[in-house]
T-cell receptor, first 114, second 117 residues
């Protein structure tokens, strides 16, 4: 099955700096890669996603890049703000073969220092 | 996006009792729902895939006789933790989507915090 590794486990940046979180996946058939932000006790919130036919996607301060050959994808947050502090998870899912469950990375705790 | 609800949002029970958690898709029909478990400071781990009208598919290491899943309709899946023990204390989250008009996106319920005393 799919295995997703995520680094770093914790990340502390100064407000205004950029933050980068990296993930690798094992199943070359995976074709959908979402990123979630989770605050304590809350459900995961989708912040951006990318499909395997796209190499990069951007939404305001957030961007995701995908390298299918290397099987890794990254989340980039620019101009970080204290409210960006949370746990971020990457995930991967295979094509629609009747099993579209997400395989999550281990998470990155981002702390943005004011 | 679509809306998924869960009930209850939190529950405290005594060891040995059973707890039922409901997951509902409020504005769409979900033939498949997923149940995840999240221990403190850990990631979400898939427990099982709930299929409407058929048996659930459990992940390796998840006891199907302990975590009973029923997907009786296109909008409701239930997870029953039978004979709960303190080690079952966790955050349980369901999701639906990933198909049809919603494309790949999964929609998560708000989660249920289970504490077993």
């Amino acid at each position: 099955g799919e295995n997703v590794e995520q680094h770093p486990s914790t990340l502390s940046v100064q407000e205004g700096d950029s933050a980068v979180i990296k993930c690798t996946y094992s199943d070359s058939a995976s074709n959908y890669f979402p990123w979630y932000k989770q605050e304590l006790g809350k459900r995961p919130q989708l912040i951006i996603d990318i499909r395997s036919n796209v190499g990069e996607k951007k939404d305001q301060r957030i961007a995701v890049t995908l390298n299918k050959t290397a099987k890794h994808f990254s989340l980039h947050i620019t101009e970080t703000q204290p409210e960006d502090s949370a746990v971020y998870f990457c995930a991967a899912t295979p094509p629609d073969t009747g099993r579209r469950a997400l395989t999550f990375g281990s998470g990155t705790r981002l702390q943005v220092q004011p | 996006g679509a809306v998924v609800s869960q009930h209850p949002s939190w529950v405290i029970c005594k060891s040995g009792t059973s707890v039922k958690i409901e997951c509902r898709s409020l504005d769409f029909q979900a033939t498949t729902m997923f149940w995840y478990r999240q221990f403190p400071k850990q990631s979400l781990m898939l427990m099982a895939t709930s299929n409407e009208g058929s048996k659930a598919t459990y992940e390796q290491g998840v006891e199907k006789d302990k975590f009973l899943i029923n997907h009786a309709s296109l909008t409701l899946s239930t997870l029953t933790v039978t004979s709960a023990h303190p080690e079952d204390s966790s955050f349980y989250i369901c999701s639906a989507g990933g198909a049809g008009g919603f494309g790949d996106e999964q929609f998560f319920g708000p989660g249920t915090r289970l504490t077993v005393l």
